[in-house]
């Protein structure tokens, strides 16, 4: 099989969030609560619809995708936030009608927001200059066939041109693509939502793995 990297356009965002979709499946309940019902056709729909205003309105955001060029289908999507010396405001605030009820609107915000505090952190400390992977997800029919790694190339190569940090929050499935390419594990992260919305059988809780990439340092001749 013969990979391409291009960039996502418009009309690429509903495949690229049936791939997050199904590529997340139900292990993670920040993809629950934050794109509820995205394994049915409405919530397949308003996915996609949210994925494109991300993309016309952030100037931080590249969609990248994979396609087999045997099939012209894409296997493989990213998205790369890269920040390149501005501080974004932060939006709190998640815009839309795609919850049911107030409730799940607010959880939905909790779990954005903590979810994006070491980010957060890590745009401030490196004074706005940051690269950081927003989303790696690939087909389930076409895992371990390099997409992953097609895709964190261009990233990889923009960290490296603007010398700054890399991060990401992983999986437990993304740590090995990302130790290739320099990633190491910082911390363990479990969020605990809030005692008015946890659940004591843990269907609640979200764990992932900080890691980073240090800037690469710069080689001065002598
Ligand atoms: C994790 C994921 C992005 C990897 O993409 P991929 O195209 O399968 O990766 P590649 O074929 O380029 O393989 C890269 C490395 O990752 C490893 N890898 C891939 N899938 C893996 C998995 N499920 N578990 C453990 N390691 C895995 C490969 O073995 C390979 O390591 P190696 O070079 O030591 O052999 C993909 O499996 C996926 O989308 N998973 C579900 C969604 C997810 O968890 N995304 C990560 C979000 S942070």
């Not at 609560?33 to 049915?40: E, Q």
Request: charged fraction near 25%; charge should be negative.
């Amino acid at each position: 099989m013969t990979l391409l990297l291009g960039h996502c356009n418009d009309e690429d965002m509903s495949r690229a969030f049936e791939i997050i979709s199904t590529a997340f499946g139900h292990e993670h309940p920040y993809i629950e609560f934050v794109y509820p019902l995205h394994d049915t056709p409405t919530g397949r729909a308003n996915g996609a619809e949210r994925l494109l205003a991300t993309r016309r309105a952030d100037p931080h955001t590249t969609f990248l995708k994979a396609t087999d060029t045997g099939t012209g289908k894409i296997i493989g999507v990213a998205k790369w936030n890269v920040y390149n010396g501005v501080i974004p405001e932060e939006v709190r605030k998640l815009d839309g009608d795609y919850w049911s009820t107030e409730d799940e609107r607010e959880l939905a915000e909790w779990y954005v927001n903590d979810y994006l505090q070491l980010r957060r952190k890590a745009i401030t400390d490196g004074g706005g200059n940051l690269v950081s992977l927003d989303l790696m997800c690939i087909d389930p029919d076409h895992q371990r066939q390099g997409a992953g790694t097609l895709l964190m190339q261009w990233g990889i190569e923009m960290a490296d041109k603007l010398g700054t940090k890399a991060v990401v929050e992983s999986t437990t499935y993304g740590t090995r693509l990302y130790e290739n390419f320099g990633f190491s594990l910082e911390q363990h992260v479990t969020m605990e939502p809030p005692a008015k919305w946890a659940l004591e059988d843990g269907s609640r809780t979200q764990k992932f793995l900080w890691m980073t990439r240090p800037a690469k340092t710069k080689t001065v001749a002598a």
